[in-house]
């Protein structure tokens, strides 16, 4: 590897990856200059100044650890708000694949708010729009985004609402767990149905990605192919910090 064209950025850097690797219970500065493999003059003073600017703190024994600011980042990279520009790349890649409608959504309250969308070359028969917000336990996106959610009865109860019964949001979500796909035949739409995933960030859905067809063209193997499409295409062009889950 190259050598680093400013070195004190470099040696930062590096304590800040080490860091992240010791995790909330820190390590104590010897252990640390070890691992980065710099004195502990050095590192002391590269972890004064990240202190300083809240990306390192130390614990009440004395630990070094990422601080707030550190943590911070990732949120702030991955906010809804830059979601869409972000995973844009992603949804025309799936689109352009599959030759469907694609979505990205994210929860808000009980409802699902679509924040983009990518059309297919093909015409499109169902209506939707950037800002629509529909009822997540009877979308896929929602399903999808509440599938990686633990909860309870009641919150069944308060997702469901009117819109669904408790044992059909239920059967839904445990389906979706399963497979690692949510989906929704024909519940907002005759003769419409999507699959989604959800994009998780250490475990937590941020956001979902659906397929959106007819559908005929979300049963047997044409639904095995958006499915691999799901699984395949979308995965290596998120960006770095999302992920989708795997079948169980």
């Not at 690692?180 to 699959?195: K, L, P, R, V, W």
Request: a negative charge; proline letters at 5%; charged letters at 20%.
């Amino acid at each position: 590897m190259d050598a680093s064209p400013l070195g004190s950025v470099d040696k930062a850097l590096l304590a800040l990856d080490t860091l992240a690797g010791f995790g909330a219970a820190g390590a104590p500065l010897a252990v640390l200059a070890q691992t980065v493999g710099v004195s502990k003059p050095t590192l002391h003073r590269t972890l004064s100044a990240l202190r300083h600017r809240g990306y390192a703190e130390q614990t009440p024994e004395g630990a070094y650890r990422l601080g707030p600011a550190a943590v911070a980042l990732g949120s702030t990279y991955l906010a809804e708000e830059n979601l869409p520009a972000l995973l844009h790349p992603a949804l025309t890649a799936l689109s352009e694949k599959t030759d469907e409608l694609v979505h990205l959504g994210v929860l808000a309250g009980r409802e699902v708010v679509y924040l983009d969308k990518v059309e297919p070359q093909r015409a499109v028969r169902v209506w939707s729009a950037v800002g629509r917000r529909r009822a997540a336990a009877t979308t896929a996106l929602g399903r999808a985004l509440l599938s990686v959610q633990d909860l309870d009865e009641a919150a069944l109860v308060r997702f469901a609402g009117t819109d669904t019964s408790t044992q059909q949001l239920r059967g839904a979500l445990d389906g979706a767990r399963t497979s690692g796909i949510a989906d929704e035949t024909e519940e907002n739409e005759a003769g419409i149905a999507c699959i989604a995933v959800p994009l998780l960030r250490a475990g937590r859905a941020v956001a979902a990605v659906s397929i959106t067809a007819p559908v005929e063209r979300l049963t047997g193997d044409a639904r095995a192919e958006r499915v691999a499409a799901l699984r395949d295409v979308l995965p290596a062009l998120l960006p770095a910090g999302l992920a989708v889950p795997t079948a169980t």
